[in-house]
T-cell receptor
Framework: AQSVTQLDSQVPVFEEAPVELRCNYSSSVSVYLFWYVQYPNQGLQLLLKYLSGSTLVESINGFEAEFNKSQTSFHLRKPSVHISDTAEYFCAVSGRMEYGNKLVFGAGTILRVKS | KAGVTQTPRYLIKTRGQQVTLSCSPISGHRSVSWYQQTPGQGLQFLFEYFSETQRNKGNFPGRFSGRQFSNSRSEMNVSTLELGDSALYLC??????????FGSGTRLTVV
């Protein structure tokens, strides 16, 4: 079984400042890792994913996350945030099972970008 | 390429009624899974279907059921609705091992 802990429920930050949203996971099997973003009254949008290969993954809008197997972490970072990044961010994990994959989500972190 | 389509977007039902929600996955995706999102419990896995077979099921009562058709479209059904079933229901489709794409969800309100 897998579990995900997002260490901060809310992160306030000023525009153009850097931000890190923390995510730790636990699993007895190898995993895939994801970050999703949710804007008000919308579904989940995939921000980035780690499936295999390079442990540093990047999104097209400047976010990056690094898979750290020894620390079982997958923290999300952005060097300079914009007002439009205000949203709720979810870290998720799925086991590398041959059949029956499912996503296990953290509780979410609300990123509030202030001007 | 069309995304994941969920219908309807909003639904209001009365306690005791039943409801059916629909999900059309991305073309070529054979896996469809359903999630419930509430403020108190967060995002919880309901079930996953692959090639018309339920592959995995979460910890929800038997009132929650689903099915998948030969064209990969999926429906979920909730019978004997309770107030606590009010939630955003999200559908996701995926290619094996490649990540999950979510629809915009169906907001169900039970009164």
């Amino acid at each position: 079984a897998q579990s995900v802990t997002q260490l901060d429920s809310q992160v306030p930050v000023f525009e153009e400042a850097p931000v890190e949203l923390r995510c730790n996971y636990s699993s007895s099997v190898s995993v895939y890792l994801f970050w999703y973003v949710q804007y008000p009254n919308q579904g989940l949008q995939l921000l980035l994913k780690y499936l295999s290969g390079s442990t540093l993954v990047e999104s097209i809008n400047g976010f990056e996350a690094e898979f750290n197997k020894s620390q079982t972490s997958f923290h999300l970072r952005k060097p300079s945030v914009h007002i439009s990044d205000t949203a709720e961010y979810f870290c998720a994990v799925s086991g590398r099972m041959e059949y029956g994959n499912k996503l296990v989500f953290g509780a979410g972190t609300i990123l509030r970008v202030k001007s | 390429k069309a995304g994941v389509t969920q219908t309807p977007r909003y639904l209001i039902k009365t306690r005791g009624q039943q409801v059916t929600l629909s999900c059309s996955p991305i073309s070529g995706h054979r896996s469809v899974s359903w999630y419930q999102q509430t403020p108190g419990q967060g995002l919880q896995f309901l079930f996953e279907y692959f090639s018309e077979t339920q592959r995995n099921k979460g910890n929800f009562p038997g009132r929650f059921s689903g099915r998948q058709f030969s064209n990969s479209r999926s429906e979920m059904n909730v019978s004997t609705l309770e107030l606590g079933d009010s939630a955003l229901y999200l559908c996701a489709s995926s290619l094996e091992g490649a990540g999950y794409t979510f629809g915009s969800g169906t907001r169900l309100t039970v009164v």
